[in-house]
């Protein structure tokens, strides 16, 4: 079947818009962070491996970090384990922590690697356990309250934080074409795994690779202001300010913190970015209006 002009014209209008963005973006690290309503329906799924795979074949190095909250909430409803939040963190027992290895270093981290692989990529499946490719330790919580005299310690188990990231292994991965796929998980000196919240280890993995860009995939279009409007090209300093005025509030916050501290450690730019617009990734990249919230560093 031909294409009409009008079709075609569209056509050749988009390749011209993006080949500036892929001239500067070749040989670059995109850190994505893939997760929410991206990564349950078919289409998105479809749209997002289609987009990774672009990206490596015009010479970018994209690495995915996937989260997984809801397939863990399900699965231990399944097996009558109680899930339990402390401030928005899942307490992780040894049962709970069993689970979590389980859906996000097999399932899910599979399911990702297999649908890049069958858009023609080549990707590979990590945790963060394999290559000590994540060094983690325990993530302390402290409670306070005007009562107290001292802040509670609460011990919410096996959540983790980032100490360190093995760079050099996943450098080589992407110079032999692979397409990192990473499980948020975490092993201490000692053997103990952590589960580790998956904006946390984006963040820190664009940090210390100095990718190029941090896209943070969400369930809505971006940072909005108090209008409801989409908020871009933010500096980190203005970012600041919103937070002050409360502009940014609620879950929200954390996405931001994860970007400010990626594009103050060494990423060139962070993206929040609504992972429901089919090829979302793409658009950001390869277009000049984007699709979200774009932040940069003003130091």
Do not use: W
């Amino acid at each position: 079947m031909s294409l009409n002009q009008k079709t075609a014209s569209q056509i050749a209008a988009i390749l011209t818009e993006s080949l500036p963005y892929i001239t500067r973006f070749t040989g670059k690290t995109m850190v994505i962070k893939y997760g929410g309503n991206a990564m349950v329906e078919e289409s998105l799924k479809k749209n997002f491996a289609r987009d990774i795979v672009l990206m490596k074949l015009v010479g970018m190095n994209p690495i995915v970090v996937h989260g997984g909250g809801p397939q863990i909430g399900h699965l231990l409803e399944r097996l009558n384990i109680e899930s339990r939040f402390v401030n928005g963190m899942r307490v992780t027992d040894n049962d709970t922590m069993d689970v979590v290895e389980m859906v996000l270093g097999g399932q899910v981290n599979k399911e990702i690697v297999s649908l890049i692989n069958q858009q023609g990529g080549q990707a590979l499946g990590l945790s963060g356990k394999d290559g000590n490719l994540i060094k983690a330790s325990k993530l302390e919580v402290t409670a306070h309250s005007p009562e107290m005299a001292t802040p509670e310690i609460i011990d919410i188990g096996h959540v983790g934080k980032v100490d360190s990231i093995n760079v050099e292994l996943l450098n080589a991965l992407t110079a032999n074409n692979l397409i990192p796929v990473i499980a948020p998980i975490g092993v201490d000196d000692e053997g103990v795994t952590y589960n580790i919240n998956a904006d946390l280890v984006a963040g820190r993995l664009a940090a210390v690779m100095g990718a190029e860009k941090l896209m943070l995939l969400t369930n809505v279009p971006g940072l909005l202001d108090k209008q409801g409007k989409v908020l871009t090209g933010l500096s980190t300093s203005r970012v600041d300010e919103l937070i002050a005025d409360g502009t940014i509030t609620g879950g929200m916050l954390p996405k931001i913190a994860c970007a400010l501290d990626a594009v103050h450690g060494g990423a060139n730019s962070a993206h929040i970015i609504d992972g429901t617009v089919p090829h979302s990734v793409m658009l950001e990249i390869f277009t000049d209006s984007g699709v979200g919230t774009l932040i940069t560093n003003d130091e």
